[in-house]
Each structure stands twice: as structure tokens, then as C-alpha cells.
């Protein structure tokens, strides 16, 4: 996406409520809205918050950390994936993976 663009912050809250501990990793970001279809959020600089929030939990462990996307536009959904099968590191409209979790943006 270039051009028209604009910058989100989403502030995310991890938490393992699970009675084992798990890991969790969200390394891509994708956004869509009814206009455009999906196409990676690219995540902005160092002070992206997945860095923080990507690592194991212990049970009860929680961490946040603020994510800073560009998306094409207000509103819209994000969707947070998991890259690390299969179809590599990169978002591939063709072979989509179902999200982790998905966040609506505000209009």
C-alpha cells in the first residue's frame, strides 16, 4: 500500500488462561476493509510491540504491548497470523491461513 495510507496503534493484551504454559506468536499482520481485500499491515519500526508479546506464557502470565500497523484506510479489520507453516513468512492470498484473532478498527 503506498500513497493514502494511515498508521494504527493497537494496544494487545496476551494472557495464558490455559492450566499449561503456551506459546504464542503473532509475527504478520494483515488489513482489509470492504474496498480493499487483504494485504499486509506492514508492521512499523522498533517500537512494534510483537517483539514483546511473542514468547512463551506461563499459565496466569500476561503481557501487553502496542502495535503500530499501516493500514489503507479508517475502519477496516485487522487480522494477526501466524506465518510459521507452511507457507512462509509472507501473506499469500492465494493460500490464506485462518487468523489467530482479528481486530476491528475504528471508523
Sequence with gaps: MTGAGRYAVIRLTVKNTDKKAGDFSA??????NAEHPPTEANRQGDSNGFAKLNRTYEPGQSATGNVVLYVGAKGGT???LDPTGDSGSVYNVR??????FKVAMPR
Excluded at 95 to 100: N, W
Design 95 to 100: 493460500d490464506p491461513q485462518p487468523p489467530l
Design 27 to 32: 509475527v504478520l499482520a494483515t488489513w482489509e
Design 78 to 80: 485487522a487480522a494477526f
